[in-house]
Nanobody
């Protein structure tokens, strides 16, 4: 599975941004997808995950109510819509995938496939 993330950039506090991740190499609809991020000097942390059907989602408490994960199985793409962005949301955002997770997973070690990351910078 190859994952290509895009859509990062620079945005002001309170702004919005959408990052995308396109998958190839395996039937997308069989993949559980997740987003993780790594801020400056921080460890990689879970952001959001979505089941293969899209019927189940889960968010980190820090982004709940501000971020929305979705997927288009027709476009082999998962999205992360980010709103009301804060400086602490700054980091490299990575998409992750796995075909063996039953529903969703929030720990990085559960995902075998990773994208290259896209930088999101929120200015204060």
């Amino acid at each position: 599975v190859q994952l290509q993330a895009s859509g990062g950039g620079l945005v002001q506090t309170g702004g919005s941004l959408r990052v995308s991740c396109e998958a190839s190499g395996r039937t997308f609809s069989s993949l559980v997808m997740g987003w993780f991020r790594q801020g400056p000097g921080k460890e990689r942390e879970f952001v959001a995950a979505i089941s293969w059907s899209g019927s189940t989602t889960h968010y980190a408490d820090s982004v709940k109510g501000r971020f929305t994960i979705s997927r288009s199985n027709a476009k082999n793409t998962v999205y992360l819509q980010m709103s009301d962005l804060k400086p602490e949301d700054t980091g490299v955002y990575y998409c992750a995938a796995d075909h063996s997770i039953r529903t969703i997973a929030t720990t990085a070690r559960r995902y075998n496939y990773w994208g290259q990351g896209t930088q999101v910078t929120v200015s204060s």
